[in-house]
């Protein structure tokens, strides 16, 4: 396992249009997050699992947006309707996560770069 | 007024140069501090990560935190060409529930040779 995967790397959609992201964390790590970066800013956070847990969403994470974790392993991101707004790139990263320790890190993966025309 | 801010630059500095990036905080529950580099059109890639406050050096990088200020450095020596990138600082509070990460939004850094 090399790191965090993201399908696809690219993806152009209409207007209205449903898409959905994978992402494949690295294969020890139970967290997993997904981030949203627009030109020129920061990621900012939307969501994150622990196991198949969603532990916390941002607002950003509109009724629009869904993401699932089934089984602990891997995570899609759905984006129903989509709208020009949403073009940015989604970034997923994935980390330890020790109750009982402080201090981990979130590796992130390529991203998936998302063109709404 | 955002939680993180940094200077987006663009930094454009002479092979061999130090280079400082800087960022400053608002929230005192900050614990944690990283900074990223990012390429053009990819994912950002963990370079430093310190815990509360002082310095932690890895080869050409250094990395300084000054609760007290609210504002945390990244140090590069001897830079390179292969720099060249966009420069994130991340931070979080303490507490093994809080999961996010906290970005700023970037400096990019031109090194020419």
């Known amino acids: 396992d090399t790191g965090v995967s993201q399908d696809p790397r690219h993806k152009i959609t209409k207007r209205g249009q449903n898409v959905t992201f994978r992402c494949d964390p690295i294969s020890e790590h139970n967290r997993l997050y997904w981030y949203r970066q627009t030109l020129g800013q920061g990621p900012e956070f939307l969501t994150y699992?622990?196991?198949?847990?969603?532990?916390?969403k941002s607002r950003l994470l509109s009724d629009r947006f869904s993401a699932e974790r089934p089984k602990g392993s891997f995570s899609t991101l759905e984006i129903q309707r989509t709208e020009q707004g949403d073009s940015a790139m989604y970034l997923c990263a994935s980390s330890f996560a020790y109750p009982l320790r402080e201090g981990y890190e979130q590796y992130f993966g390529p991203g998936t770069r998302l063109t709404v025309t | 007024q955002k939680e993180v801010e940094q200077d987006p630059g663009p930094l454009s500095v002479p092979e061999g140069a130090i280079v400082s990036l800087n960022c400053t905080y608002s929230?005192?529950?900050?614990?944690?501090f990283m900074w990223y580099r990012q390429y053009s059109r990819k994912g950002p890639e963990l370079l430093m990560y310190t815990y509360s406050s002082g310095n932690k050096e890895d080869g050409r990088f250094t990395a300084q935190v000054d609760k007290s200020s609210k504002y945390i450095s990244l140090f590069i020596r001897d830079s390179q060409p292969s720099d060249s990138a966009t420069y994130l600082c991340?931070?979080?509070?303490?507490?093994?529930?809080?999961?996010?990460?906290?970005f700023g939004r970037g400096t990019q850094l031109t090194v020419w040779p």
């Open positions: 991340a931070m979080r509070p303490r507490g093994s529930t809080l999961g996010r990460l906290y």
């Open positions: 929230n005192s529950a900050f614990q944690y």
């Open positions: 699992f622990q196991n198949e847990a969603q532990l916390e």
